[in-house]
């Protein structure tokens, strides 16, 4: 079934419409929210917390616009939100022991701890890219800014991940 017509169905009130969109984008969501929280539990409570908000607001979505990139802005706001809540503007050292996504060799650890290092808007920008293969374009709509701003955001973290993960500068830190 197309996403458009599952998006109908939501809105119309199919509940098995909004179980599709949950299978469908729940682990894509809680991967973001584990980069830009930090922690498991608090990146579940964004990712519930961004479920609940497109089961009570579906119907505030503008058919026209990709619907990915209208979930993950309320996904990033949830985030934000706990981010606001705890207090403090940067990220935290990620738990490596939450992220059962990736492999655990030592090249993967030490890529998860230079993308970790990453500023905040060059961290979610670069993830959204690599990771979940968003368009610029698409990155732009999700954090409300300009395609060129996000452009840089990317082309400097690709450009600052090489230089940690050139001639093994990154080292593994207790």
């Known amino acids: 079934m197309d996403e458009e017509s599952i998006i109908q169905r939501c809105q119309e009130g ?7 969109i949950y299978e469908r984008y729940e682990q894509p969501l809680l991967r973001t929210a584990l980069r830009i929280l930090g922690q498991k539990q ?3 409570d964004a990712v519930q917390e961004a479920f609940l908000k497109i089961f009570r607001g579906i119907n505030n979505y503008r058919r026209g616009s990709k619907f990915s990139t ?7 706001n949830s985030c934000f939100d706990i981010l606001r809540k705890r207090g403090r503007a940067e990220f935290k050292d990620m738990e490596t022991e939450d992220l059962p996504f990736y492999p655990r060799h030592e090249s993967s650890f030490n890529i998860e701890r230079a993308i ?9 920008c670069f993830v959204l890219f690599a990771v979940e293969e968003f368009e610029l374009e698409e990155i732009a709509q999700v954090l409300n800014k300009s395609l060129g701003t996000v ?6 973290a690709k450009a600052k991940l090489r230089f940690l993960l050139s001639d093994s500068r990154m ?4």
């Open 14 to 20: 199919d509940l098995m419409a909004y179980r599709v």
């Open 42 to 44: 608090d990146a579940e």
């Open 70 to 76: 209208y979930l993950f802005r309320i996904l990033l």
């Open 116 to 124: 970790d290092s990453l500023p905040q808007q060059m961290r979610i």
């Open 151 to 156: 452009k840089a955001a990317v082309h400097r």
């Open 171 to 174: 080292e593994v830190k207790a």
